[in-house]
């Protein structure tokens, strides 16, 4: 069993940098891929970023490619979300997610595949 608790959420404007934080609870965080996903008010559950176990291996959505980057703290049983140049339509809450991956490099995009969710971070951007 994983517990994720995310933090770091807020108001901002936009222009400025967040970071996102994940704490896992367990001794074997660092068996998991971690990601990022948000949703929207009225949108469905969006992926946006993974990282592999080992944390040699990151995918991104399209839409945040080049201004957000996923990293990982094994030591600390931790994942982040640096988020930089926010804009209004990343207004969402974000949620960590662990999946159970045979490979120690994978990375998955697909919900589906992940086992453990957090409750998740509301971000607002305004313009």
């Known amino acids: 069993q994983v517990q994720l608790v995310e933090s770091g959420g807020g108001l901002v404007q936009a222009g400025v940098s967040l970071r996102l934080s994940c704490a896992a609870s367990?001794?074997?965080?660092?068996?998991?891929?971690m990601g990022w996903f948000r949703q929207a008010p009225g949108k469905e559950r969006d992926f946006v970023a993974a990282?592999?176990?080992?944390?040699?291996?990151?995918y991104y959505a399209d839409s945040v490619k080049g201004r957000f980057t996923i990293s990982r703290d094994n030591a600390k049983n931790t994942v982040y979300l640096k988020m930089n140049s926010l804009q209004p339509e990343d207004t969402a809450v974000y949620y960590c997610?662990?999946?159970?991956?045979?490979?120690?490099?994978?990375?998955?995009?697909?919900?589906?595949?992940?086992?453990?969710w957090g409750q998740g971070t509301q971000v607002t951007v305004s313009s």
């Open positions: 990282i592999s176990r080992n944390g040699g291996n990151t």
């Open positions: 997610a662990a999946a159970y991956l045979p490979m120690h490099n994978s990375v998955t995009y697909l919900p589906s595949a992940y086992d453990y």
């Open positions: 367990g001794r074997t965080f660092d068996t998991y891929a």
